[in-house]
């Protein structure tokens, strides 16, 4: 079945350091790929996404690449925010009509000043 | 974008209780869906909830347990019967609209005495 191997965290880093946060899937046929933020004491907002192969989603300065090759999708940003700090799920959803996610282990992600 | 509302945001209960959570959603959406995530765990899909038809549960999730209501394409319910400890997670519902990512509620965090 689908899965989602995600960085282990928690992940600490200085203010203005750079981020990437690794993430790898297991899929049958071409899934689309998800990255999803959660604040502390919210629910999960959608920061990002790729629907196919060489797709690089973008916002809020993150970015990700869908690597077919690789079946990888991992998370970078070029100068990290304390605002930052959340917990980051990769996710994909298989595209036979389901629409089920499939969610990766999370990573905590802390910024400090 | 779809706005979610999901009640209540938080509750304690007494063990062998049941809780109802409600999720509203501004627009009309077919898929719906419940998950679960356990402190410091990842989610979990519970069941997807299309108007019209019986809930789809996942793999070790059952209606008695956690039995779903659908009775328009705006709001669902989510019961959490015969509670135990165990069951002290945060309750998320989402919805799918057509051609859009998931958008996820702020959850209900409940906690078991």
């Known amino acids: 079945g689908d899965s989602v191997t995600q960085m282990e965290g928690p992940v600490t880093l200085s203010e203005e350091a750079f981020l990437t946060i690794n993430c790898t899937y297991t899929?049958?046929?071409?899934?689309?790929l998800f990255w999803y933020v959660q604040y502390p004491g919210e629910g999960l907002q959608l920061l990002l996404k790729a629907t196919k192969a060489d797709d690089k989603g973008s916002n809020k300065g993150f970015e990700a690449t869908y690597r077919k090759e690789t079946t990888s999708f991992h998370l970078e940003k070029g100068s990290v925010q304390v605002s930052d700090s959340a917990v980051y799920f990769c996710a994909l959803r298989d595209n036979f009509g389901n629409e089920k996610l499939t969610f990766g282990t999370g990573t905590r992600l802390t910024i400090i000043p | 974008s779809a706005v979610i509302s999901q009640k209540p945001s938080r509750d304690i209960c007494q063990r062998g209780t049941s809780l109802t959570i409600q999720c509203q959603v501004d627009?009309?959406?077919?898929?719906m869906f419940w998950y679960r995530q356990q402190p410091g765990q990842s989610l979990t899909l519970i069941a997807t909830a299309n108007q019209g038809s019986e809930a789809t549960y996942e793999s070790g999730f059952v209606i008695d347990k956690f039995p779903i209501s659908r009775p328009n394409l705006t709001f669902s319910t989510l019961t959490v019967s015969n509670m135990s400890p165990e069951d002290s997670s945060i309750y998320l519902c989402?919805?799918?609209?057509?051609?859009?990512?998931?958008?996820f509620g702020d959850g209900t965090r409940l906690s078991i005495l």
């Open positions: 989402s919805v799918q609209p057509p051609n859009q990512p998931q958008h």
């Open positions: 627009s009309q959406v077919t898929m």
């Open positions: 899929a049958t046929g071409y899934p689309s």
